[in-house]
């Protein structure tokens, strides 16, 4: 019979507390991990809103178009649609529109050709509404004007 030789280090059992202990760590690496993705999606940026301010901005210009349009006075109908035309173009464009003359508003149009509708608009509306004896086509003007307004990028 062969000789048998007694192990010299005899398998360990390990208690159950251990077994308590490791399911525990573990738990609370999956809390610390799961914690860590809910930080991290929460300090994302969120996805910027589309901006619709021309749009806003234009819808007003235009309901003030068409109360322009309604006064009784045709030339002073005539300014006031200028007048709305030009601000509307002043502000979506962060320029001076509502500011500028007609041969202001020509030479700028060389610069930033979207003025070319406008100035063209503004200066046919100068004589129209200014001349004593002029008698504005306020319905040919406000269509003009909301075409202007409609058509600006």
Same mark, same amino acid.
């Given at each position: 019979?062969?000789?048998? @030789?007694?192990?010299?280090?005899?398998?360990?059992?390990?208690?159950?507390?251990?077994?308590?202990? !490791?399911? $525990?760590?573990?738990?609370? +690496?999956?809390? !610390?991990?799961?914690?860590?993705?809910?930080?991290?999606?929460?300090?994302?940026? +969120?996805?910027?809103?589309?901006?619709?301010?021309?749009?806003?901005?234009?819808? +007003?210009?235009? &309901?003030?178009?068409?109360?322009?349009?309604?006064?009784?006075?045709?030339?002073? $109908?005539?300014?006031?649609?200028?007048?709305?035309?030009?601000?509307?173009? &002043?502000?979506?464009?962060? &320029?001076?529109?509502?500011?500028?003359?007609?041969?202001?508003?020509?030479?700028?149009?060389? @610069?930033?050709?979207?003025?070319?509708? !406008? $100035?063209?608009?503004?200066?046919?509306?100068?004589?129209?509404?200014?001349?004593?004896?002029?008698?504005?086509?306020?319905? $040919?003007?406000?269509?003009?004007?909301?075409?202007?307004?409609?058509?600006?990028?």
């Amino acid at each position: 019979m062969p000789l048998e @030789i007694p192990p010299i280090h005899p398998v360990v059992d390990y208690p159950p507390h251990w077994w308590a202990l !490791v399911a $525990a760590c573990a738990l609370a +690496a999956l809390l !610390v991990l799961a914690l860590g993705i809910l930080r991290w999606r929460a300090l994302r940026p +969120a996805p910027i809103a589309a901006d619709t301010s021309l749009d806003r901005l234009r819808t +007003a210009a235009l &309901g003030q178009l068409r109360d322009d349009a309604a006064h009784d006075d045709p030339q002073a $109908a005539c300014r006031a649609m200028s007048r709305t035309v030009r601000r509307f173009v &002043g502000t979506a464009s962060d &320029g001076d529109a509502d500011y500028s003359s007609p041969a202001q508003l020509r030479a700028a149009a060389r @610069i930033d050709p979207r003025l070319g509708p !406008v $100035a063209a608009l503004v200066t046919d509306m100068q004589e129209a509404c200014f001349a004593p004896s002029a008698s504005p086509d306020v319905g $040919a003007f406000g269509a003009r004007s909301e075409e202007v307004v409609a058509s600006w990028r």
